[in-house]
């Protein structure tokens, strides 16, 4: 698969680096390690468990979900002639990617 390189708009840009990096720190969990969220508004006042493995698992499928977002809103960036892949070439690939995953 060829990639080109395309310049994110700025916004963008964050974005994704915003969503990838978070899930950078999770390589030092172990499967035996577990997450608590509290449960919030919920009638029960009970706490919530994550798996380690779940939640590397989670992150990998946000950080493909993100890089398959990123490819197909470059080509249909390429195909408009634009250098940068703007908010408009997302919204145009959203549907069919949501679809696909």
Same mark, same amino acid.
């Given at each position: 698969? $060829?990639?080109? !390189?395309?310049? #994110?708009? !700025?916004? /963008?840009?964050?974005?994704?680096? /915003?969503?990838? &990096?978070?899930? &950078?720190?999770?390589? &030092? $969990?172990? !499967?035996?390690?577990?997450?608590? /969220?509290?449960?919030?508004?919920? @009638?029960?006042?009970?706490?919530?468990?994550?798996?380690? @493995?779940?939640? =590397?698992? &989670?992150?990998? %499928?946000?950080?493909?979900? +993100?890089?398959?977002? /990123?490819?197909?809103?470059?080509?249909?960036? *390429?195909? *408009?002639?634009?250098? =940068?892949?703007?908010?408009?070439? %997302?919204?145009? +690939?959203?549907?069919?990617? #949501?679809?696909?995953?």
């Amino acid at each position: 698969m $060829l990639i080109l !390189p395309i310049v #994110l708009a !700025p916004q /963008v840009t964050f974005q994704f680096q /915003v969503a990838i &990096s978070s899930c &950078s720190h999770l390589s &030092s $969990l172990t !499967p035996s390690n577990s997450t608590t /969220v509290g449960a919030g508004t919920s @009638k029960k006042n009970r706490q919530t468990f994550a798996n380690g @493995k779940a939640i =590397k698992l &989670s992150c990998e %499928l946000f950080r493909i979900f +993100i890089t398959e977002a /990123v490819q197909r809103a470059a080509t249909i960036a *390429e195909a *408009e002639g634009a250098s =940068k892949i703007e908010a408009t070439h %997302l919204e145009r +690939i959203l549907p069919h990617l #949501l679809l696909d995953f």
